[in-house]
């Protein structure tokens, strides 16, 4: 199961696009993954012939763990004999870079489902097993992880076990008092009258009268169940705030000649089927200031800044089920021409889930846009591992003062940047932003 983006934990085989015994091509789609936030193609990462499935439709299983072996034509009839523990650790190569990402089951080093199971047996001796999103969970909750009982394969705690005993805590907390008063029951045989008196004194204060309060308060207000997508929204933004020093630099654009611009090209243009919007025009301006300001399209390390050749725009997208980055791919040499139409493709495949993975998490770069909501100006969260993100509001028209003093009209955009100051400082983000500036109001520029 690959690391479809930041902070995922695990990983749902939504469709096998391939059977077992079928030719595999690198980087050819083999599956549909879904995600906390979409559903993406799975692409292969070797060559072959797909041996054996390891993980059914449906099934949900962490980052790291095997769900399929590829491997030479000639190891088939070996891969399919399940009795033969060898055939497995042949085919272990291909996928053997992904188990070391869950340390739980560092054990396991052989391969497949069927090793999951050997592994197990260990837990009555104290050892517990929980998938790596049920553990995150339970450490951001101070839960403890052995009062769970897991539901997953051979007992294994899955986050929904972590986040069904977090949302019933008082159950859990009322059903321990209880046992053992009906458990000392059996003392009222030894004496008589005045035991059974004082046993059922305590009974009610155990037990029943102080979850009935605290049930009603909670559903008083009602209570939203959180989406996989609102959970990893929350834990990506938390670890953003929380380890990203952000800082904000912002500026007001002369729209007015780009403007006029986009209304040419887009006439020129009609007879293609393709229309250039506004983002289309900021995506081009930010590809270029990145090119000269390269240090924004970079991630930040504990042993240094990595840069970046390929310049691949994420461009925020609300879906229903809350937002979704996807990113343009290879920017730096498309033409203002190739970016529209791929944004327009972009977007397409969003909203029906048919995103690669290097598309939903290979972003170097963000935009996020709320001009169409009629926003004039905002902040925008970095999405990590990224360094800076730009955010644009609505084209407005407002009174300037032009060069001659002269009060006039034009169509202004507010465009501020946020940047991750262990990369950048504010005189970086300052000459960012003025040159997307220079660029929107030199809007020939962009032609070039």
């Known amino acids: ?29 083999v599956a549909e993954i879904e995600t906390d936030k979409a559903v993406v193609e799975f692409e292969s990462y070797g060559e072959g012939i797909l041996l054996q499935i390891l993980v059914a439709e449906g099934t949900t299983v962490p980052v790291g763990e095997t769900i399929a072996i590829v491997g030479a034509e000639s190891e088939v009839p ?38 999951v199971e050997d592994v197990t047996p260990p837990a009555p001796q104290g050892r517990l097993f929980a998938t790596p999103a049920a553990r995150k969970i339970a450490e951001e909750q101070a839960i403890d992880l052995k009062q769970i009982e897991g539901t997953g394969p051979r007992g294994r705690i899955t986050k929904d076990d972590v986040l069904s005993f977090a949302s019933h805590p008082l159950e859990a907390v009322a059903e321990a008092p209880v046992t053992p008063v009906i458990e ?58 929380s380890e990203k020093p952000h800082f904000y630099v912002n500026t007001d654009i002369d729209m007015t000649q780009v403007m006029a611009l986009r209304g040419q090209i887009n006439q020129s243009l009609s007879d293609e089927g393709i229309r250039v919007t506004v983002n289309d025009l900021i995506v081009k301006a930010c590809v270029m200031t990145l090119k000269k300001y390269p240090k924004f399209n970079s991630f930040y390390q504990e042993n240094g800044i990595k840069t970046n050749d390929a310049i691949n725009i994420g461009v925020a997208i609300a879906i229903e089920e809350g937002l979704i980055v996807p990113a343009l791919l290879d920017c730096g040499d ?13 977007a397409e495949r969003s909203a029906n889930g048919t995103l690669s993975n290097q598309e939903y998490a ?8 709320l001009g169409m909501f009629g926003v004039t100006s905002f902040v925008a969260i970095i999405q990590p591992p990224q ?32 940047g991750d100051h262990r990369i950048v400082d504010g005189a970086e983000g300052a000459q960012f932003v003025n040159e997307v500036k220079r660029l929107l109001e030199n809007p020939l520029s962009l032609l070039v």
Not at 86 to 100: F, G, N, Q
Not at 190 to 195: D, G, I, R
Not at 221 to 241: D, F, H, N, W
């Open 362 to 369: 290979g972003g170097t770069f963000a935009i996020s846009n």
């Open 184 to 241: 000392d029951a059996p003392v009222h045989e030894a004496v008589p009258e005045p035991e059974s008196e004082s046993v059922a004194t305590p009974e009610p204060v155990a037990a029943t009268a102080p979850p009935a309060p605290a049930a009603e308060s909670v559903s008083e207000g009602g209570l939203i169940p959180l989406s996989r997508m609102r959970q990893q929204i929350a834990r990506v933004t938390v670890r953003s705030k």
């Open 387 to 418: 360094s800076a993100v730009l955010a644009v509001g609505a084209v407005a028209k407002r009174p300037v003062v032009g060069e001659d003093d002269q009060i006039k009209v034009a169509q202004i955009m507010t465009a501020t940047i946020s």
């Open 334 to 346: 498309k033409s203002l021409r190739e970016l529209a139409a791929a944004s327009k493709d972009l």
């Open 78 to 115: 070996v891969a399919s004999t399940p009795d033969e523990p060898t055939p497995a650790v042949e085919a272990e190569p291909p996928v053997s870079t992904a188990i070391p990402l869950d340390p739980p089951a560092q054990p396991v080093s052989t391969n497949g489902g069927v090793v």
């Open 1 to 29: 199961m690959p690391q479809m983006g930041y902070d995922m934990q695990e990983g749902t085989v939504v469709r096998w696009l391939k059977t077992e015994g079928s030719p595999v091509q690198m980087g050819e789609a």
